[in-house]
Each structure stands twice: as C-alpha cells, then as structure tokens.
C-alpha cells in the first residue's frame, strides 16, 4: 500500500483544516491509520490513529481534532479545527495492517508512511 497525504497549508489561529490521506495499492478498511506529526527540531509525535480498537487522539487535540475513514474512496481523514500555533508541523499520515493496540501511538508500529504535508498555523 502507498499513502498520499495532503491538505496541508497556512492557517491563522482558530481557523480549520481537513488533511486527507489517500491509499493506492491496497485496501486499507482494516488497517489501522495514524496521523503523527513533527515540528523542527521535535520528535515524530503521536496525534491521532483509527482502526477496529476505534479512535485515539494525543490529550492536546481531543476535541479540536477528529480522524474519520471513508472506504468507498480508500482514504483516511483528519479534521483540524480550532488551529492553534503549536499545531504547526509537518503532517504525516500511516498505516499498519497488525498493529498491537498497546503499540498505536509509536511510529515504529506502522509499516508504511505518506510524504508529508506541512501545517502552519499563524497569530
């Protein structure tokens, strides 16, 4: 499976975003799909994931952040809103065929990764 991710583009605070993550390849109605996310100089953080456990998001985005999966178009959705500058970073979207639930918000878990798409979020 291929990952393309996009969306991604320049917000001021409070505005909204929808990064799409779109799959070739393969089917991934039962992968589960992580979004992370990396500001320079950071570490590759966990944001959200998606799969048969349901949904998980990183505490500092529940309730602004929701991820959502369409099959019909083999793709994988993450709805920002509410944008805050610490948002900012490089967007990345991937996926896992098996992954352990325990293991959902370590990219070492996933197998397969998009490019990339960056978010900047302006006051």
């Known amino acids: 499976v291929q990952l393309q991710a996009s969306g991604g583009g320049l917000a001021q605070v409070g505005a909204s975003l929808r990064l799409s993550c779109v799959a070739s390849g393969h089917t991934i109605r039962t992968y589960t799909i992580g979004w992370f996310r990396q500001a320079p100089g950071k570490e590759r953080e966990f944001v959200a994931a998606l799969g048969r456990h349901g949904t998980v998001y990183k505490d500092s985005v529940k309730g602004r952040f929701t991820i959502s999966r369409d099959n019909a178009e083999n793709a994988v959705y993450l709805q920002m809103n509410s944008l805050k500058p610490e948002d900012t970073a490089v967007y990345y979207c991937?996926?896992?065929?098996?992954?352990?639930?325990?293991?959902?918000?370590?990219?070492?878990?996933?197998?397969?990764w998009g490019q990339g798409t960056q978010v900047t979020v302006s006051s």
């Open positions: 991937a996926a896992s065929e098996r992954l352990i639930y325990s293991t959902r918000s370590e990219p070492s878990a996933y197998d397969t």
